[in-house]
């Protein structure tokens, strides 16, 4: 499993909301300043998040975006299930049932439940408000670059 550039930037994105908004709207060219990601890129991957509800918007010269819940009430899992659709490595474990006509005598099925079932614990394990937090702690600008 590879985590794509849209998975990468919604989270990047989800966490610059968390950050700076304090409740206010942000715009999407504001964002895209921060974070150095095309405006066009970000309001690709914002329409994915507000079509499941992750955020809102409102129009307006004070318009922008905003989470709908505290940040304590994402999950990094979420958010990435939201730009990525499923996590599984493999395309039999893409759905709740698995049918693959070889599940019932692949043994390397196993293999991949478990890469799954820990993939997605540690992602359903992280917040957005521990990054929030871990952001403070590190002391960054937020932009993805790493000072």
Do not use: F
């Amino acid at each position: 499993m590879k985590i794509s550039t849209k998975g990468r930037y919604a989270l990047r994105l989800m966490l610059d909301l968390a950050v700076n908004g304090n409740g206010e709207y942000i715009s999407i060219k504001s964002i895209s300043q921060r974070q150095n990601i095309s405006e066009k890129y970000l309001e690709q991957i914002i329409k994915m998040l507000s079509k499941e509800k992750l955020v809102e918007s409102t129009r307006g010269a004070q318009g922008g975006y905003r989470l709908t819940r505290e940040p304590k009430d994402y999950t990094v899992g979420e958010i990435l299930r939201v730009s990525e659709g499923s996590l599984a490595p493999v395309i039999c474990l893409e759905s709740d049932e698995n049918t693959c006509e070889h599940c019932t005598d692949c043994i390397t099925v196993e293999i991949w439940q478990r890469i799954l079932d820990a993939v997605n614990e540690v992602v359903d394990s992280i917040t957005l408000q521990y990054l929030v937090d871990k952001q403070a702690e590190k002391g960054s600008c937020g932009c993805g670059c790493g000072c």
